[in-house]
């Protein structure tokens, strides 16, 4: 006994100066057989525990023979296992940091099985398992919490203070449940720091305002794959440090005035893959300092909704992919246009471009016109953003081959001698009527169509400007094409 707590104090003496020295005490794993099914490995910060495709019983052993060594266990790992039942007690003794118990048919989770690593406990990971609500007298104590992934259970509401006890959480992921209703008080306890909440890929119906409400700290908020059929104003009073807000793939037909007038920091906002049909012109009202990023594809939208955009003048990113534009207003880019540096129309239903279309448009440098109707794309439209360019995409339209399409093979020029291969491979073709062939726009024959050939003029500043920006424009590209 009297050995025992000298090698105790021993330790604590020697752990402390390690503290003040920030040295660190030597970790050993224990013998291989001891801890068997089990592997351990050292890492810098501690040990790397890993059980895989076993039991309760034998993970109870191997937690046994770690207890009471004054270990650091970094990480600990249980995937695969049949686990049904966290037991209390079965990690007493034991310093975990990061504990994932994932894909282990866990459904209980015993009050006192978490409660002695609640102070050294960081990151929690239970997804993939059987849980069916969250299991939160096990997590009153883990008050040094600031992940928990809960993602890929069976859990179908969020009681009031379900969370409760867990005051330092920053990152709460429910991705992929069954949550159909969130108490009011759900959320209690989570105001003081939660950053990031993932309730995405559940039944939501609609917005839970009450229980988000108190949540101020909040920076992004994920509500993807629901089945909101509505957000109302008032959705989202509460969230005035929200910085980024998911609503894709719900069931949204319209976007009503106001609805994110409490948001005035959100950059950006995402609603693609809904059946948006209409867009108040005051729907983005509050949103004008700060909204960069604005995803509307995959709706059914039918006009660029200009008066509901023209107040985001700080707007860059607009997406409005497979949409059904047909036409697009020789203003629809007025008041607003000229910070965009992105904007996709592509799998539209658009016929033809006014001449002045694109003539706000300062900043383009990515340009998505891919899969339209449109048969001629006239110099004149192109030549306000030519220069700013460095990504355009007019494949998959019935382009007619003509003197106006000279900008493209010009402007691809300009581009040659900078890395941008996969603009330079692209097969972007027109049809040559009365030969009946295409022609890559690239080798457009224009001493044959008796054009007047434009002198392609490179300035070299320019051409050194565009280098440099080559790489961003592929990635926005790679981004543009996912
Ligand atoms: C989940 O664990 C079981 C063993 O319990 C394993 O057979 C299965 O492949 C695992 N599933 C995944 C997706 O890893
Ligand atoms: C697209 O809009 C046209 C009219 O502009 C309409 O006739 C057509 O039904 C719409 N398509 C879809 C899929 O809504």
């Known amino acids: 006994m009297a050995r025992v707590r000298v090698v105790r104090w021993a330790w604590a003496v020697l752990a402390g100066l390690c503290a003040l020295a920030t040295c660190e ?48 266990i970094f990480y600990l790992k249980l995937r695969h296992n049949n686990l049904r039942k966290l037991p209390g007690f079965v990690f007493l003794g034991l310093d975990i940091r990061h504990l994932t118990i994932h894909n282990s048919s866990l459904s209980v989770v015993e009050e006192a099985s978490l409660s002695s690593i609640g102070k050294m406990l960081t990151q929690l990971d239970v997804s993939q398992n059987s849980l069916t609500s969250v299991p939160s007298a096990a997590y009153k104590n883990l008050h040094q919490l600031l992940i928990l992934n809960m993602n ?8 009031a203070k379900a969370f409760e006890g867990l005051d330092t959480l920053e990152i709460l992921t429910l991705y992929e449940n069954k949550i159909t209703s969130i108490d009011a008080e759900a959320f209690t306890g989570l105001e003081k720091k939660l950053k990031r909440l993932n309730l995405g890929g559940n039944g939501l119906t609609s917005v839970p305002q009450k229980a988000l409400s108190i949540l101020d700290t ?148 990515t340009l998505n016109l891919q899969n339209n109707k449109l048969m001629h794309i006239p110099e004149e439209i192109m030549e306000p953003i030519v220069d700013t360019l460095r990504v355009v995409d007019i494949m998959d339209n019935p382009l007619m081959c003509d003197c106006e399409l000279q900008w493209y093979k010009n402007w691809l020029k300009s581009l040659r001698d900078k890395d941008d291969e996969m603009m330079q491979k692209k097969r972007t073709v027109c049809m ?51």
């Open 25 to 72: 005490v030597q970790q050993q794993c224990p013998p291989r057989g001891e801890i068997s099914p089990c592997q351990c490995s050292v890492k810098k910060n501690g040990l790397d525990i890993l059980c895989e495709f076993t039991d309760q019983q034998h993970i109870s052993n191997a937690m046994g023979v770690l207890k009471g060594k004054s270990l650091v």
């Open 432 to 482: 040559m009527n009365h030969e009946h062939r295409e022609y890559s726009l690239q080798n457009l024959p224009l001493e044959k169509m008796q054009c007047v050939i434009k002198p392609f003029e490179s300035g070299t500043s320019k051409a050194v400007g565009i280098k440099a920006q080559s790489a961003v424009g592929l990635l926005l590209l790679t981004y543009m094409i996912y």
């Open 218 to 365: 909040l920076k992004k908020l994920e509500m993807q794959e629901n089945r909101l059929t509505e957000i109302r104003e008032g959705d989202f009073e509460g969230l005035r440090n929200l910085d980024s807000l998911g609503l894709a793939h719900n069931k949204l037909t319209e976007v009503p005035s106001r609805v994110f007038s409490h948001l005035s920091l959100l950059n950006s906002l995402e609603m693609d893959g809904n059946s948006i049909v209409y867009i108040d012109e005051d729907a983005f009202a509050g949103l004008e300092e700060n909204l960069q990023y604005l995803r509307l594809g995959d709706n059914n939208i039918h006009t660029i909704p200009t008066n509901a955009l023209r107040r985001l003048h700080r707007l860059r990113h607009l997406d409005l992919r497979s949409n059904n534009i047909s036409f697009i207003a020789e203003d629809a880019f007025a008041g607003f246009g000229d910070s965009i540096t992105f904007l996709n129309l592509q799998k539209n239903d658009i016929k033809s471009l006014p001449a002045l279309a694109f003539e706000n448009l300062n900043s383009l440098e």
């Open 152 to 159: 890929h259970n069976k859990i179908g509401s969020l009681h």
